[in-house]
C-alpha cells in the first residue's frame, strides 16, 4: 500500500476554520473584504506583502542550488574529466570539442545524463505537488495512480514474453504500461465524469496492487525475467547513454508540463470546494481528469527514462509547499526546481559514493526523503498540512452507514448468578465463517496436481488407504493448511486492530514497517547461517522495525497517524536497502527469498504454524478483551476518556497485538498483502457496525488464506503461485468492489 493511503483525502471544508494551508494551495481571486473593523492591522498587512517575497526568495535560493549541482554534475564522473576541461569543452575553447575523449565523456555522458536528472526530477515533482493538490492529500505520491506498478508489468512483460532486451525497448514497455495503468485508474474513477479525490486515491491503489501481482506471477515462473527486473527496479541514471532515449522522451515530458501550466488556475478553484469552483466557470470533473492526464505523461516518461523512483513527488510536494506559500503557481514551480535539484544531487552523490562502482539513485533518495519525510511529520506543521485520521468515506473503520432500522436485540445467556451477552448478528456470524472455514479446509485437501478423489482424500485425513495418499495429505497438504490457518487468523485479527486504531480502513500492519523489518531480518538469517531463516526471524524483524518506528515517531502520542506515516518512511528505506542486497545476490538464492517475500506457504507445515497457534491462544482473549476498549476509540479522545477509558494506554496495548500477530504471520508465510485489509472489512459488513469485529476478522483471514494457497497450487498445472501474490492479484479488484461500488459517492 502506498503513502497516500495513510492519509485520506479529505472532503472540502468550509467555516471560519478554514484555512487556504489545510488543503490545496489557491489562486483564485475573490473579492477582498472591505475594510472596517475586521480589516487587518497595518503591521498584518505588511507581513502578508512580505510572504511572496520570501517565497519568491526562497524561488531564488533554490535555483541558484539547482545550478550549482549542475555544474557539479557536469565535472563529477568516471571520467578524469575536471571543471577546466568541462568548461573548455562547453565554451568550446581551443578545439576543445575535437578532443574525441573529451567529446565522448562530457558531450555525450554528462550532458545527457545531467539533463535528464533535471527533467526527471522536474516532471516528479511538478506531478506530485499537482496530485498532492488535486487529491487534497499531502501524503499522495507519483505512485498513486499506479504508473510505477504499469510501468514494471510493461517491462516485465516485454522481458518475460518477447524477450526484449535492448534499453530502448524497456523505455517503450515501461511508459506503454504505465499510459495502460493510469488509463485504467481514470477508467474506474469516473474519468471526466466527475470522479472525486477518494476515487483517484482506491482506483490508483487497486489497480497498482493488481498490476503488482500480476508482475510478481511473471517474475516466479520466469527467472531471467527477474534478474534483468530486479537491477531496473531499482532505478538509475546509468542508462542514460547519448540523447537518442532523451530525445524521444522529450515532446511528451514538455505536453505534461504545459498540461500542468495550463491546470493550475482550475485546480486553484478546485481548491475551494467542487460548487464554488463550478460557480466559478469550472469543471471539477474535467480539471480531474486534466491532472491526472499531466501527471500521467510526466510520470510515465520518468519511469521510462529513470525507472521507479520514490519518495521524489511526495518530498518536493512537501518543502514546496512549506516553502512557497498556498499559491498554486509558484507551488508548482518551486516543486519541479526541489525535484530536479534532489535528483541531480542524489545522482552525484550514486557516482561517488561507492567508487568504482555506482549506487541506485532511488536509495539515494530514500535516503534523502524518509527523514525529511518524518521530520515534516513530527512537526508542528503537520495539521496545517492537511493530516486526517478518518476512513475516506469520513467514518471509522468497520462502520458502515446504514438505514435507520433498529438492531435486532441481542440474547442474554444467564444460569445463576452468571449471565453472558451475545450478540446475534455476530455470533450468527462467526457460525457462518466457521462453516465456511471448514469447506475451504476440506477443498484444500482434496485440489492438487495429483488424481486423488473425494473419499481417498478423506480417508488420508484419517490415515486410512494407501501410503501415498496418506503422506500426500498428512504430511504436505494438511500441513500447510494448518499454517495458512494460523497466518490467516493472525493477519486478519491484526489488520482489524490497526484499522480501528488508526480510524482507517486503509491501514494495515504493513504500515508500520512490519513486511520489511521481516525481511530484512530474514536477509540477515540467511546471511549468517547460508540456510533460509528459523520461523522466528520474521517476528523477531517485525517487532525491532516497530520499536525503531516508534521511538522515531515520538510515541503514539495524541493520535495514530503519526506512527503510521513515520512506518511509511522507514519502510520504503528499508525496502529499497533490502532490494539492493537482493540485486547483489546470486540468482538462485534471489529468486527463493523473492518467493518468501512475496508470501508463501511451500514447505511449510504444522511445525512451523504451532508456535503461530500459541500465540493465537494467548492474544486472541487479550484482543477481545482490547475490543471493548478499542471500540471506544472509534469515537473522540474526549468521549473516550468521559467514559473512563485512557486512549494511549488502550493504543499502545492494541499496537503491541497488532505487530506481534503481524510478525508471528510474516513468520510462517512471509509477508502476504491485502488480507489484512480485506478480513476486517468483510468481518465487518458481515457482523455489523455496532461492534470491532475480532473474531470475524481473524475467521475471514483464515479462509482468505486458506483458499489462495489453494487457487496457486492448481491455477497453473506444474507451476506453484505464491500466495500472497494470488491475494495481491484479487485484493485490487476487492478494493474496488468494496470501497467503490456503492451506490453514490463514497466520498
Not at 521530520?375 to 492537511?386: C, Q
Not at 471500540?631 to 493504543?651: T, Y
Not at 461492534?691 to 506444474?718: K, Y
Request: aromatic share 4%; charged share 15%.
Amino acid at each position: 500500500m502506498t503513502l497516500s493511503q495513510v492519509g485520506a483525502a479529505e472532503p472540502p471544508r468550509t467555516g471560519p476554520d478554514t484555512a487556504p494551508a489545510a488543503g490545496p494551495a489557491s489562486d483564485a481571486r475573490n473579492p477582498a473584504p472591505a475594510a472596517g473593523p475586521s480589516a487587518p492591522p497595518a503591521a498584518t498587512r505588511g507581513d502578508a506583502r512580505s510572504g511572496p517575497r520570501t517565497a519568491w526568495l526562497t524561488v531564488g535560493g533554490v535555483l541558484a542550488v539547482l545550478l550549482a549541482l549542475t555544474a557539479l554534475s557536469l565535472c563529477v564522473g568516471a571520467g578524469e574529466v575536471g571543471p577546466a576541461r568541462v568548461l573548455d569543452y562547453l565554451l568550446d575553447r581551443g578545439g576543445a570539442r575535437a578532443d574525441s575523449r573529451l567529446a565522448l565523456v562530457v558531450g555525450d555522458l554528462r550532458l545527457p545524463r545531467t539533463l535528464t536528472a533535471l527533467l526527471v526530477g522536474g516532471a516528479l515533482g511538478v506531478a506530485g505537488a499537482q496530485l498532492q493538490c488535486v487529491t487534497r492529500n499531502p501524503l499522495a505520491e507519483t505512485g498513486l495512480l499506479g504508473v510505477n506498478a504499469g510501468a514494471s508489468l510493461g517491462v516485465v512483460l516485454g522481458i518475460a514474453v518477447l524477450g526484449v532486451q535492448s534499453s530502448y525497448a524497456y523505455l517503450v514497455f515501461a511508459f506503454g504500461g504505465a499510459v495502460l495503468a493510469s488509463g485504467t485508474v481514470l477508467a474506474f474513477s469516473g474519468g471526466r465524469g466527475g470522479g472525486s479525490p477518494v476515487r483517484l486515491v482506491l482506483g490508483g491503489s487497486a489497480v497498482g496492487a493488481t498490476f503488482g501481482g500480476l508482475t510478481g506471477v511473471l517474475i516466479v515462473n520466469s527467472p531471467e525475467a527477474y534478474d534483468r527486473y530486479r537491477v531496473w527496479v531499482l532505478g538509475s541514471l546509468a542508462g542514460v547513454e547519448g540523447w537518442t532515449t532523451l530525445r524521444q522522451l522529450a515532446p511528451v515530458l514538455g505536453v505534461g508540463f504545459l498540461a500542468a501550466a495550463a491546470t493550475t488556475r482550475p485546480l486553484s478553484a478546485l481548491a475551494l470546494g467542487d460548487d464554488l469552483a463550478r460557480g466559478l466557470g469550472h469543471r471539477p470533473g474535467a480539471t480531474r481528469a486534466a491532472v491526472a492526464t499531466a501527471v500521467t505523461l510526466l510520470t510515465a516518461s520518468a519511469v521510462a527514462l529513470a525507472g521507479p523512483i520514490s519518495f521524489l513527488g511526495l518530498l518536493a510536494g512537501f518543502l514546496a509547499r512549506a516553502a512557497a506559500g498556498p499559491r498554486l503557481g509558484r507551488l508548482t514551480l518551486l516543486a519541479g526546481l526541489v525535484g530536479a535539484s534532489v535528483l541531480t544531487g542524489a545522482d552525484v552523490l550514486a557516482r561517488v559514493v561507492a567508487r568504482p562502482f555506482e549506487a541506485p539513485v532511488s536509495v539515494i533518495v530514500a535516503l534523502i526523503g524518509a527523514p525529511a519525510l518524518i521530520a515534516i511529520v513530527r512537526s508542528r506543521r503537520t495539521a496545517a498540512l492537511g493530516m486526517t485520521d478518518t476512513a475516506p468515506d469520513g467514518s471509522a473503520p468497520g462502520r458502515r452507514k446504514e438505514t435507520a432500522r433498529s438492531p435486532r436485540p441481542d440474547v442474554v445467556l444467564r444460569r445463576g448468578a452468571l449471565s453472558v451477552l451475545v450478540p446475534r448478528r455476530s455470533a450468527l456470524a462467526a457460525l457462518g465463517l466457521a462453516g465456511a472455514l471448514l469447506a475451504a479446509v476440506v477443498v484444500a485437501a482434496h485440489a492438487g496436481q495429483s488424481d486423488l478423489d473425494l473419499g481417498r482424500t478423506f480417508r488420508a485425513v484419517f490415515g486410512y488407504g494407501d501410503r501415498l495418499d496418506v503422506l500426500l495429505v498428512q504430511r504436505f497438504r494438511l500441513g500447510r493448511i494448518v499454517a495458512g490457518i494460523a497466518a490467516g487468523a493472525a493477519l486478519g485479527l491484526a489488520g482489524c486492530l490497526t484499522q480501528t486504531l488508526a480510524r482507517n480502513r486503509l491501514a494495515t500492519p504493513e504500515l508500520l514497517g512490519v513486511n520489511d523489518g521481516a525481511t530484512a531480518a530474514v536477509l540477515i538469517s540467511v546471511t549468517a547461517s547460508g540456510a533460509f531463516g528459523a520461523w522466528w526471524a520474521g517476528p523477531v524483524g517485525a517487532l525491532a522495525a516497530v520499536a525503531v518506528v516508534t521511538v522515531v515517531s515520538g510515541g503514539l502520542g495524541a493520535r495514530g497517524y503519526r506512527v503510521l506515516v513515520v512506518g511509511l518512511a522507514m519502510s520504503a528505506l528499508a525496502s529499497a536497502v533490502i532490494q539492493v542486497a537482493m540485486a547483489r545476490r546470486s540468482l538462485n538464492s534471489a529468486g527463493s527469498l523473492y518467493v518468501w517475500t512475496s508470501g508463501s506457504l511451500n514447505g511449510r507445515d504444522q511445525e512451523v504454524a504451532t508456535p503461530v497457534l500459541v500465540g493465537l491462544a494467548v492474544l486472541v482473549p487479550l484482543a477481545l478483551v482490547a475490543a471493548r476498549r478499542l471500540a471506544v476509540l472509534r469515537f473522540d479522545d474526549d468521549v473516550a476518556s468521559s467514559l473512563g477509558v485512557d486512549p494511549a494506554r488502550v493504543r499502545l496495548a492494541c499496537l503491541l497485538l497488532a505487530v506481534a500477530l503481524a510478525g508471528l504471520a510474516v513468520g510462517v508465510c512471509g509477508p502476504v498483502g491485502f488480507v489484512a485489509l480485506a478480513a476486517p472489512v468483510i468481518a465487518g459488513r458481515l457482523a455489523g457496525p455496532a461492534r470491532v469485529p475480532v473474531l470475524g476478522s481473524a475467521l475471514v483471514g483464515a479462509v482468505l488464506i486458506v483458499l489462495a494457497d489453494t487457487l496457486g497450487r492448481v491455477l497453473i498445472d506444474g507451476v506453484e503461485i505464491p500466495v500472497g501474490i494470488v491475494t495481491t492479484v484479487l485484493g485490487g479488484p476487492f478494493l474496488l468492489w468494496v470501497l467503490l461500488g456503492r451506490k453514490g459517492n463514497p466520498a
